[in-house]
């Protein structure tokens, strides 16, 4: 039980996904122009991230690593498939993301006119895929673990998220140089919110 | 279609060239489009990996680029996006396996971000606005010089990242031995994370203050 605590506190201050891997950026700077919408695009990725990765995990325990097929057949111990892992974890992360938005339309109307449009971007967010793989790389033990792990990692970049679009409606009230507006300016400001997450990497889980 | 409109296009016209050189400088993907900073930052501690990863996009862009612009007309566009990925996540596997033959330190030091070209936008993004309305051969173009000036920029980042982080280039020692016993120090910090964001930051802050029309509003 700690073991899971601790990966889901871990996935969200010390392995941040925007300040220490740099996923998801596009969307990172696209859409963190008001808070507003990034707290929706963010609980969307929460909500994607939650789900796709335990059923990575799921595929990849029982069909993609080297000997996982044994439960179809003892002669199949020595196949690998994980040469394909990116293109299924792809293909379930876009199917996912439409059956999320299916289901998510049909039963919680309000909670689906807020997500909006922000459902189909997540398929090409690098937040999404990057999770699966490093939960691949990272070679988690059990279900609960890679659930945590996806989770936490989704937390961790809806805090980044919120806290760029808020230090980017009160920047536009301050005089930036010319060249820097904008793009600029957001790109140095994510580098110190960065540095400051640096800090958490003291602490020892 | 007339024939008279079909009339051949010298291979290096004015306007092909243009979709070769635009993206290197005054369209670049990374510091005017936004497009495809997630994997542009993580590779970029040493110039080596930064190296291998933009000859990586080049050579997808490229590639996707010409399988999508052949398939065009086929492509049903309700699932376009499907077969896009379909396309990318094949390409990003051949060049996976070939990085893991020929170069395994570096793969192991790209690690997931190999498998993150196919979330990459600069890919996703020109296969739309680029390859599915236009011929085969101005698509390749279009995506040598997006790979181009993805690349560009990676490299300029790993350089001074390297130079100044760890004191060497592509691994060899570049500080004379004096420098440091006379009190020059490398500077750790540019090894971290978020000093890729400000390096990239700057370099935008350079190309604007020298192009004025890309400013933009707070």
Known sequence: ?205 | MSTAKQEKEPLFSPKNKKLLTSPINLNNPITVQVLGICSALAVTAKLKPAFVMAVSVVVVTALANVIISMLRNGIPPRIRIIVQLVVIAALVILVDQVLKAFVYDVSKQLSVFVGLIITNCIIMGRLEAFAMGNKVWPSLLDGIGNGLGYGLILLIVGFVRELFGSGTLWGYNVIPAGAFEIGYMNNGFMILPPMALIIVGIIIWIQRSKNPELFEEN
């Open chain 1, 1 to 205: 039980m700690q073991e899971i605590f601790n990966i889901f506190v871990k996935s969200i201050f010390v392995d941040n996904m925007v300040f220490a891997y740099f996923l998801g950026m596009c969307s990172y700077l696209a859409v963190s122009k008001t808070v507003q919408t990034s707290v929706g695009l963010g609980i969307a990725v929460i909500f994607v991230l939650g789900i796709t990765v335990p059923v990575d995990y799921l595929l990849n325990d029982y069909v993609l690593k080297p000997g996982a097929l044994v439960w179809l057949d003892s002669g199949l111990a020595d196949v690998d498939l994980s040469f394909l892992s990116f293109i299924v974890f792809i293909a379930i992360i876009a199917s996912m993301v439409q059956l999320v938005e299916m289901i998510v339309e049909k039963f919680s109307p309000a909670l689906y006119s807020s997500l909006g449009i922000f459902l189909p971007l997540i398929a090409v967010n690098c937040a999404i895929l990057g999770g699966s793989l490093f939960m691949q790389e990272r070679e988690y033990q059990t279900l609960a673990q890679a659930t945590s792990f996806g989770l936490g990692s989704g937390v961790g970049w809806f805090l980044a998220i919120v806290g760029i679009a808020a230090i980017r409606e009160k920047i536009r009230y301050s005089n930036v140089p010319a060249p820097l507006r904008g793009l600029g300016i957001t790109f140095i400001i994510t580098g110190l919110m960065g540095i400051a997450f640096m800090s958490f990497l003291g602490i020892k889980l």
